[in-house]
């Protein structure tokens, strides 16, 4: 009988220094297991990945996987994947991003990514702060938390990172936490398969800073919000504003058509030469 590696050896470096740098009770453990598990259910061979981190404690995530890898700097992981995109475009292109990374210095690179429609799967992890620097509010910190930047109380409104992705253009958004592990493996897999830009918003706790601005001390407890809270997206149709408060929506929110950038380019491209 022939013997199959499992997931691990398939797909981690082994050359790397483990246990990996995350907290305890970190999510992006989780989330590094369901991109493996939905890669390894795809099509893609890992010579077809490239996989782009900026800065933050998620950027830490490809120097673990056995992909063709690239750790650029803050907020700039889209531009960096985008030339990538342009210049080898056979290849599919995964960006992993915090919610400080993403929205905030990168927020114009995000935006405009979805507007282009470049073809880059993109996974934003979103711990509402900034959990390698020290637990200062981040665009999705919730208004009113004490935080160690904002120690009288939060005074910014935050983003909806999916709806803003959804209004900036991008063709598919979904969003999951890492409690619901199975419905995150299914949902970056479409991701992946998607043709255009698409996102997936990843619920994921920060035991370490967030957890303790809340209250939530521990990482079952946090994993405890993250279940009775989260709310089907079919679910949700049903239920008032009122009702959806502090509430999680969950599953594919937008799942659309469109011509990508590299599509029209190389026809541009073909029409002018």
């Not at 009988?1 to 305890?24: D, G, Q």
């Not at 056995?66 to 985008?82: E, P, Q, V």
């Not at 702060?129 to 004490?146: C, D, H, R, V």
Request: net charge positive.
């Amino acid at each position: 009988m022939k013997h199959t590696p499992h997931l691990i050896h398939r797909y981690l470096r082994s050359s790397k220094r483990f246990p990996h740098v995350w907290c305890p009770g970190c999510g992006i453990g989780i989330l590094l297991g369901s991109l493996v598990r939905a890669i390894d259910a795809s099509d893609y061979g890992k010579n077809d990945i490239m996989l782009v981190s900026g800065i933050g404690c998620s950027g830490r995530l490809p120097v673990y996987l056995d992909f063709n890898t690239l750790h650029t700097t803050h907020g700039r992981a889209l531009t960096f994947a985008t030339g990538i995109k342009l210049a080898k475009p056979h290849m599919k292109v995964i960006v992993v991003m915090g919610d400080g990374d993403a929205a905030s210095i990168g927020g114009n690179h995000l935006i405009h990514a979805a507007r282009r429609n470049i073809d880059i799967t993109t996974i934003i992890v979103n711990n509402q702060i900034y959990g390698m620097t020290g637990g200062q509010a981040s665009p999705t910190t919730p208004f009113g938390l004490t935080t160690s930047s904002s120690p009288y109380g939060h005074l910014e409104h935050p983003f909806d990172i999916s709806r803003l992705v959804e209004a900036a253009g991008a063709v598919f958004v979904a969003r999951s936490t890492v409690y619901h592990t199975r419905a995150l493996d299914k949902v970056i897999g479409q991701a992946l398969n998607k043709k255009g830009f698409s996102v997936v918003e990843v619920i994921s706790p920060c035991v370490t800073h967030y957890g303790k601005m809340t209250g939530m001390n521990s990482p079952v407890e946090m994993m405890q919000w993250q279940k009775d809270n989260a709310v089907p997206v079919e679910k949700a149709g049903e239920m008032s504003t009122e009702e959806l408060q502090n509430k999680i929506v969950t599953g594919v929110l937008v799942d659309i058509e469109k011509p990508t950038f590299h599509e029209e380019h190389a026809r541009i491209g073909k029409e002018v030469g």
